[in-house]
Nanobody, 119 residues
């Protein structure tokens, strides 16, 4: 049984930082690209960032470039999202996902972790 479990969300003031973690079990982690998505109330889910299976390729949506950094530790089956200079518009439920590759479909979703940025 595949499990994708996010952690690290919370309430932070604008300009602050958070680091999200996502630990995966039940699959061969190094065979999957990993992505972070987010969904704000009343909005569609959007892709935030993705990292290839090796960690050699990363991508970011324009609104987070220069502020967010994705990384992974294949030995720990964990992917991270370091979020700096947070803005109120970053407030959303953040989801981790295992993907076949960064431009491909999502194979497995996590349950989400809430990030709230106060102004």
């Amino acid at each position: 049984q595949v499990q994708v479990v996010e952690s690290g969300g919370g309430l932070v003031q604008a300009g602050g930082s958070l680091r999200l973690s996502c630990t995966v079990s039940g699959l061969t982690f190094r065979n999957y690209a990993m992505g972070w998505f987010r969904q704000a109330p009343g909005k569609e889910r959007e892709g935030v960032s993705c990292i290839s299976w090796s960690g050699g390729l990363t991508s970011y949506t324009d609104s987070v470039k220069g502020r967010f950094t994705i990384s992974r530790d294949n030995a720990k089956n964990t992917v991270y999202l370091q979020m700096n200079s947070l803005k109120p518009e970053d407030t959303a439920m953040y989801y981790c996902a295992a993907r076949y590759y960064c431009l491909g479909s999502v194979a497995y979703w996590g349950q989400g972790t809430q990030v709230t940025v106060s102004s």
